[in-house]
């Protein structure tokens, strides 16, 4: 069991994680010179050699022993760099670029997209080093999964699970400001919740945050129940309420004082950002008792 | 593509917290001190310049995944502001210049807004 988990992992890892991404490169026209100073400087074996964005060949550091064994110091890189591309797709699973490696000796594979530009650099150490990580990774989500605090287990059955944090948001407390929504991206990375999801759920949760912050008189509650198939934020407060909701959406139009407007907050985005990111949203408020926000995100 | 090393050097910044994270990727960039506008039009790995210098500056990177935030106009962030950006491991780095100036050199380097 805990043998094929990890090789799942290794079959879903894919080669984007794990690559190198600020590739080092050199066009046609470097000298053997600077490619000599560029491998040294950088302490790494070859380089890509790029023509106008192209890839055209690599500069290894045994093409460069060959070129000074002839003296042949100011020829231009293109003369003497290896023009076989072995190239793997980025979107392609670690496993790839393993044979790849097994079946052409080299030290470094150049990965590219779709479109065949390069977009990084593999090496064996950087496969170890990925791997080493989702590996530890791994470990950590088990754990969480151990702990009794989670709820998303398998022994427990009911017609409706979900997970419900709850957060209290004190008023004017601006230097806590966006410690929930930190709290709720965290968590929501435990879970496992994907980075456009994430960035969706941050900035509803933020700005929700912000708006009990800078508008409310005794704070608010802010909760997030996460389903199977949805995520959902319920933020209520204890007034003042908002005398017009149409209005409070439109962005730019903000009630926010000046000073907490020279601080940045109060650009009159907020509610515009939530309605952007949401599957959707409403508010209901009264004058005297307060606002609700509800907020879904579908997973 | 350019790392913040690179950034940082060009342009002659001065790092004060969690500099041990300089070689992380710069895809993009944005300018705004409205923290909302921020919210909405930085992503990941994008590097936010601002002449904000308080601690939801560092709410907002955290939150976002930025590269960092370059703090313009020779504003100073408190040690508060420092070191809640330590333990959040958002980089900060000042200047003397003017957001426009920054913002004419990173793009001069090669980063985008998009």
């Given at each position: 069991m805990e043998f094929t988990k990890k090789q799942e992992l290794i079959y879903n890892l894919p080669?984007?994680?794990?690559?190198?991404?600020?590739?080092?490169?050199?066009?046609?026209?470097?000298?053997?010179?600077?490619?000599?100073?560029?491998?040294?400087?950088?302490?790494?074996?070859?380089?890509?050699?790029?023509?106008?964005?192209?890839?055209?060949?690599?500069?290894?550091?045994?093409?460069?022993?060959?070129?000074?064994?002839?003296?042949?110091?100011?020829?231009?890189?293109?003369?003497?760099?290896?023009r076989q591309l072995i190239t793997v797709l980025e979107h392609a699973s670690i496993i790839e670029a393993v044979k790849k490696f097994s079946q052409f000796h080299i030290g470094r594979l150049l990965v590219v997209n779709e479109k065949g530009t390069l977009t990084g650099i593999l090496t064996g150490s950087d496969i170890t080093r990925g791997l080493l990580e989702a590996i530890n990774l791994n470990d950590h989500a088990k754990e969480l999964k151990r702990n009794p605090q989670i709820i998303f287990r398998e022994d427990i059955v009911s017609d409706q699970t979900s997970l419900i944090l709850r957060y209290h948001i004190k008023e004017k407390d601006f230097k806590s400001g966006g410690s929930a929504s930190s709290k709720i991206k965290r968590a929501m990375e435990q879970l496992g919740i994907s980075p456009q999801i994430l960035r969706r759920v941050a900035i509803c949760a933020y700005e929700a945050e912000m708006n009990l912050i800078i508008h409310t008189n005794a704070g608010g509650e802010l909760i997030v129940e996460i389903e199977p198939e949805l995520i959902r934020m319920t933020i209520t407060d204890r007034g003042p309420g908002i005398p017009d909701v149409e209005q409070a959406m439109s962005p730019g139009f903000s009630t926010a004082p000046t000073w907490i407007q020279e601080l940045g907050f109060g650009a009159g985005m907020g509610l515009a950002n939530i309605k952007k990111c949401a599957d959707s949203f409403t508010i209901q408020s009264n004058l005297g008792t307060g606002t609700q926000l509800d907020i879904v995100i579908q997973l | 593509m350019i790392d913040l090393q690179t950034v940082i050097e060009q342009l002659n910044l001065e790092t004060i917290a969690s500099i041990e994270r300089q070689n992380r990727p710069v895809v993009g960039g944005y300018a705004s001190d409205l923290l909302s506008c921020a919210m909405r039009g930085a992503k990941k790995d994008f590097l936010w310049v601002t002449l904000q210098s308080h601690v939801n500056v560092v709410a907002v990177a955290s939150l976002l995944n930025l590269a960092g935030v370059i703090i313009t106009e020779g504003n100073r962030p408190s040690p508060e502001t420092i070191a809640q950006a330590e333990k959040e491991k958002v980089i900060l780095m000042l200047t003397p210049k003017n957001t426009f100036s920054i913002v004419g050199q990173l793009i001069a380097l090669g980063i985008s807004g998009e």
């Open positions: 080669i984007e994680h794990v690559m190198r991404k600020n590739v080092i490169t050199v066009t046609p026209d470097t000298t053997i010179r600077q490619l000599k100073e560029i491998l040294r400087i950088n302490r790494i074996s070859g380089v890509p050699v790029l023509d106008g964005g192209h890839l055209v060949g690599v500069a290894s550091i045994e093409d460069l022993i060959k070129a000074l064994e002839v003296g042949e110091l100011d020829v231009p890189v293109g003369q003497r760099m290896t | -």
